[in-house]
């Protein structure tokens, strides 16, 4: 099995910055991708942000130039740098990544959410 545990999440001023970390855990094989997810309340969870194995991303629109996804395939970690934030980034975030344990196929992992908050 493959654990993800998120930290970072908190309250902060819109214009403000936070950075989400993720760690993967456990007995991995191999990490394809991995990505971060939100879900505002009420709303349907939705992709923030992908990276490759490789490096390669793709960044939802609403998110282009002010979150930064990193990611460490050595320490098997991904963070999220998020940048002038608004009200609207206001969400549980959950870390994703669709990896494989040991003699098990690919599958897809969630990590337990953090919660961001914007507000004044």
């Known amino acids: 099995q493959v654990q993800l545990v998120e930290s970072g999440g908190g309250l902060v001023q819109p214009g403000g910055s936070l950075r989400l970390s993720c760690a993967a855990s456990g007995s991995i094989s191999v990490i394809d991708r991995m990505a971060w997810y939100r879900q505002p309340s009420g709303k349907e969870r939705e992709m923030v942000v992908v990276?490759?194995?490789?490096?390669?991303?793709n960044y939802a629109d609403s998110v282009k130039g002010r979150f930064t996804i990193s990611r460490d395939n050595a320490k098997n970690t991904v963070d999220l740098q998020m940048n002038s934030l608004q009200p609207e980034d206001t969400a549980v975030y959950y870390c994703y990544a669709r990896a494989a344990a040991h003699f098990s196929l690919l599958s897809d992992y969630w990590g337990q959410g953090t919660q961001v908050i914007v507000s004044s």
């Open positions: 990276v490759t194995s490789g490096g390669t991303t």
